[in-house]
């Protein structure tokens, strides 16, 4: 039994598209909660914002100057001043009465609302005053340095989309528009385990045979990228019981659980069979080159990922898989946030097999008219260094046998 469920998945690999099919037909969007809006960066916006309000909320003024009847200004130049008579002075944040009539003019403040029958503002550099008479050096036409009610936002205009991953652009619009809470999705729970014998946490001396555990906090600052909350991080030695002991703790306060390791067909390789007696498999095994072990199932209600040992091919798979499954949970308007850039790649690329969906790390340099993407590595998933060299991935389709020299391609940056 123990050999055949070690099997599962790898007699037949998955294509990623049909997997993450599969996938996404049991992901259900998480509820939502209510937080202060100075909270709300990188929270993923639950409702469709209509603004109640105009910005700006009245005719302001766009410039420190003088309010006036733009007709006053007429044929005024340097050598043919105009002069008009100070009848009072708005400051920004005052709501004034005043009400100009022809040959009037009210000093106001960038910002400050446009009093009563006036249409323009001049600038206060084409006027000279003494006294209480103001000297127009320049025509102006009605509107000139007048910004208008609703000329940034209409009252009742659709101004973002629920699913928006909202940044500090957006904070300031929704505050700007007199929101103070916001209702966003609930960041789901995610528990981290990495399993291996030969793991060790940093900090203490190494050992013959052993390596440190950088995989757990890889991907607990992956899952903080992509909108989850990571709960906990754990090194777990490669033992049945104990493995399940913690997945069957995690599930009771999880929504995502993700190991790393332990997926395979080794014989300490035990997930697939702990999964299969505990929970359902949908998926076991993906015919992508790094991360063919991927294993995805289901224990009770929480979602698990189950990510080769190796951190490249960890690193590749939760971008691909485990990354949008999370912002599919929060309801994003985009699973996957990376953003794409067309280069020319620099060398020939060829592939060892087809059926799989290569990635090609890439590091991309400028040329004077365009993207020059390098490649770093295509196979050896446990080379760390190779994804630090890389700006990107390059996604190699399992009917390419390989890239030439020359040819245009999608580079997938990192997350940041």
């Known amino acids: 039994m123990t050999e055949k469920l070690r099997t599962i998945g790898f007699s037949k690999l ?23 809006i100075k909270d709300a960066l990188n929270r993923i916006l639950a409702d469709n914002i209509i603004s109640k309000i105009s910005i700006p909320p009245f005719d302001r003024s766009a410039m420190d100057g003088y309010a006036i009847k733009a007709e006053d200004s007429f044929g005024a130049s340097p050598k043919n001043p105009k002069e008009i008579k100070l009848v009072g002075i708005i400051e920004i944040g005052e709501f004034s009465k005043f009400k100009i009539d022809r040959g009037e003019g009210i000093r106001i403040s960038t910002g400050a609302p446009i009093p009563e029958g006036s ?22 036409v009605p509107g000139k340095n007048i910004s208008k009610k609703g000329e940034d936002i209409k009252k009742g205009t659709h101004v973002l989309s629920k699913g928006t991953e909202l940044k500090a652009e957006h904070i300031a619009l929704l505050t700007s528009l007199g929101f103070n ?40 600052a992956l899952i903080e990228l992509y ?22 703790e995690a599930v009771e306060d999880s929504q995502i659980i993700i190991f790393t390791g332990g997926t395979s067909i080794g014989t300490k390789d035990y997930l697939p069979e702990i999964i299969e007696e505990s929970g359902m498999i949908l998926t076991h095994g993906i015919a992508q080159r790094p991360g063919a072990p991927v294993l995805i199932g289901f224990l009770s209600e929480t979602l698990i990922f189950c990510l ?48 799989f969906l290569h990635h090609l790390r890439v590091n991309l340099e400028k040329s004077e008219e365009e993207f020059i993407a390098n490649p770093v590595k295509l196979r050896g998933s446990g080379v760390i260094s190779s994804l630090t060299f890389s700006d990107g991935i390059v996604e190699i389709s399992p009917d390419q046998e390989g890239l030439k020299k020359g040819d245009k391609v999608k580079v ?3 997350p940041k």
Do not use: H, W
């Open 412 to 414: 997938k940056l990192f």
């Open 119 to 140: 249409d323009a503002v001049i600038k206060i550099e084409d006027t000279e005053i003494e006294k209480d008479l103001i000297s127009l050096y320049t025509s102006l």
């Open 227 to 248: 909108g989850g909350n990571a709960i906990r991080g754990e090194t777990i030695q490669d033992d049945k019981e104990a493995i399940k002991k913690k997945l069957l």
């Open 308 to 355: 080769p040992g190796t951190p490249v091919a960890a690193y590749v798979s939760f971008l691909r898989i485990a990354g949008p499954a999370i912002r599919k949970m929060l309801g994003c308007l985009v699973f996957d946030p990376r953003i794409e850039i067309i280069a020319t790649i620099s060398k020939d690329v060829p592939v060892s097999a087809l059926g």
């Open 181 to 220: 809470k916001i209702k966003v999705r609930i960041r789901p729970k995610i528990s981290i385990f990495s399993s291996g014998d030969e793991l060790l946490e940093p900090g203490v001396p190494l050992e013959p045979g052993k390596i440190y555990n950088s995989n757990t906090p890889m991907i607990s």
């Open 14 to 36: 998955t294509p990623l598209k049909d997997a993450l099919e599969k996938l996404n037909s049991k992901i259900q969007i998480n509820p939502t909660e209510e937080i202060e």
